[in-house]
């Protein structure tokens, strides 16, 4: 299944609980679009957001985020990883 990398803007200040809570709101519906979101990542300086996940297309990790409460800015295809 495709990997995509997702990018969340604006999240400036979040904090470790902030990033769990908006993870497993993503992790509570996933299975709904056949997606799994593998990991999570925040710098709270920046405000940058960044979550890897397995998914049909962009537009199901998409969906999911929107249903989630925290729509995506970016989703970007990851073809090649080592």
């Not at 890897?52 to 970016?74: F, W």
Request: glycine residues 6%; hydrophobic residues 40%; charged residues 25%.
């Amino acid at each position: 299944m495709p990997e995509f990398m997702d990018i969340h803007h604006g999240m400036t200040g979040i904090t470790a609980d902030q990033l769990m809570e908006a993870h497993q709101a993503d992790l509570a519906i996933e299975g709904e679009e056949n997606v799994h979101f593998k990991k999570a990542w925040a710098d709270p300086k920046s405000g940058e957001v960044y979550c890897l996940s397995e998914a049909p297309s962009a537009e199901a990790v998409q969906r999911v985020h929107e249903r989630a409460g925290h729509k995506a800015d970016e989703v970007h295809e990851v073809p090649l990883s080592v």
